[in-house]
């Protein structure tokens, strides 16, 4: 059975401040993607990685993806608090299995 | 349309009563899909369409549940006797292919049984 692990669960930092968020994956997977939602609200598309060592950047944030390692990074630069949502990974083709989510926080 | 529009936005019911859920995908999208989200949990997958047949219903939890798209388009996730932990967000989504490159996901309803 397909999981997919994200850590950390809960971040709060501050502004301005560099963080990274992981999402594991535990089968084949050769794209993934990740999605935003802000609370009481539906998932806004992120990114989609659809190959190994795929890098995609908009703004502060960026992902890649590893498909070897089965590992994806969201990597959040210089921090602002319009960042603090929730994020998710997923992975699949027309049926995703989604990761339990990252709560930021970004303190002003 | 503009977006995926799903209706009603909230719903309240009773434990045993029947809902039906819409959802309107984005024009010439020939890919839907539902999710249910739990209170902060991720979404789960439950039934893909692709045009008017469901390609794969494997995440409906029970018979209980039930979902049509008899012309392509609008699509009706159906719940019989509902019961409590039916209750969460039920989000749809569509796609122009068959979400390879990902989709568009609607506001979702949240359905309340009491």
């Known amino acids: 059975e397909l999981k997919v692990e994200q850590n950390p669960l809960f971040l709060s930092m501050q502004e301005g401040k560099n963080y990274t968020i992981y999402c594991n994956y535990s089968t084949t997977s050769d794209r993934l993607y990740w999605y935003r939602q802000d609370p009481g609200k539906s998932l806004e598309s992120l990114f989609v990685l659809l190959s190994n060592g795929a890098v995609k950047q908009e703004g502060r944030l960026m992902a890649s993806l590893d498909t070897k390692a089965r590992l994806s990074t969201l990597h959040i630069t210089a921090a602002v608090h319009d960042l603090s949502a929730t994020y998710f990974c997923a992975v699949g083709t027309y049926k995703y299995i989604f990761g339990t989510g990252t709560r930021l926080k970004v303190l002003a | 349309g503009a977006g995926v529009s799903q209706t009603p936005s909230n719903k309240v019911t009773e434990k045993g009563k029947y809902v039906e859920l819409r959802c309107d995908p984005i024009?010439?999208?020939?890919?839907l899909y539902w999710y249910r989200q739990s209170l902060g949990q991720g979404p789960e997958f439950l039934i893909y369409f692709q045009g008017t047949g469901a390609a794969d219903d494997s995440g409906l939890p029970n018979d209980r549940f039930f979902a049509v798209r008899p012309e392509g388009s609008v699509s009706t996730l159906k719940i019989q006797r509902t019961e409590r932990g039916d209750s969460a967000v039920y989000l749809c989504a569509s796609s122009l292919f068959s979400g390879h490159y990902g989709y568009t996901f609607g506001s979702g309803t949240r359905l309340t049984v009491v």
């Open positions: 024009s010439g999208h020939t890919a």
